[in-house]
């Protein structure tokens, strides 16, 4: 016995337009957005003393990495910047940093996980030595017609800046909409040519798979 693949005949669908349903960006998404937007805006200092390190601080450390009490060589840096709420060095590592102060050190522990990005680490157990050498604040801006201004000399107030803001988004997510159905179409598409069973599970782009409306990530640390 031979088997055959089907053969499909595919009418015309070159040149279709697709018709969207209404996109909406809800407040929650815009909120967030300006918490960004604030962040970039704020102005940077030397932490006052006694300044307990916080999230959004930046943090200037030297630390070196050891896996069952033998230094890492690959995991070792001076002078580098911690951006706290950034996780670049993981989410773990970041939190034992909170509450510690300008010129303190310390030794703690941090659990990888076994899929975390990083191969050097994955699975593992480091022990981190780490040294705080200067601590800076982000001085935040008000949320009002200023900042809006600052952003763009075009906007004359907080509600031009939202409404900027919500319609870059509804644009991004239309996009991914127009994506999601394309690639659902032709994974549909593949499958049948490959002669895979109808209902076949197939995947596509969604908002979570773009970081930058997911307003996450998990970045390969940079050591």
């Not at 595919?10 to 967030?32: A, H, N, R, T, W």
């Not at 916080?54 to 030297?62: E, K, P, Q, S």
């Not at 950034?86 to 522990?109: A, I, P, S």
């Amino acid at each position: 016995m031979v088997d055959v693949k089907p053969v499909f005949e595919l009418g015309q669908y070159k040149g279709l337009e697709i018709e969207l349903p209404p996109l909406s960006v809800s407040d929650l998404e815009i909120d967030l957005e300006l918490q960004r937007i604030r962040r970039r805006q704020a102005a940077v200092q030397s932490a006052p003393e006694g300044h307990a390190i916080a999230m959004d601080d930046l943090v200037t450390v030297d630390f070196q990495g050891f896996h069952d009490g033998k230094a890492m060589k690959a995991v070792h840096s001076e002078n580098y910047l911690v951006d706290m709420g950034t996780n670049r060095l993981g989410e773990d590592f970041e939190k034992k940093l909170l509450g510690l102060h300008q010129g303190e050190k310390t030794l703690y522990e941090v659990d990888f996980p076994a899929k975390y990005p990083n191969p050097l680490l994955a699975g593992r157990k480091v022990e981190f030595k780490v040294d705080v050498k200067e601590v800076k604040v982000r001085v935040m801006p008000d949320l009002d017609d200023e900042l809006a201004k600052d952003v763009d000399e075009n906007y004359k107030s907080l509600d031009d800046l939202k409404n900027a803001i919500r319609a870059d988004l509804t644009k991004a997510f239309s996009v991914i909409e127009i994506m999601s159905r394309e690639s659902k179409w032709e994974l549909g598409r593949l499958a049948a040519s490959a002669g895979m069973p109808k209902g076949t599970p197939t995947s596509s782009p969604t908002r979570s798979s773009f970081p930058l409306l997911q307003r996450a990530s998990a970045p390969i640390p940079p050591y």
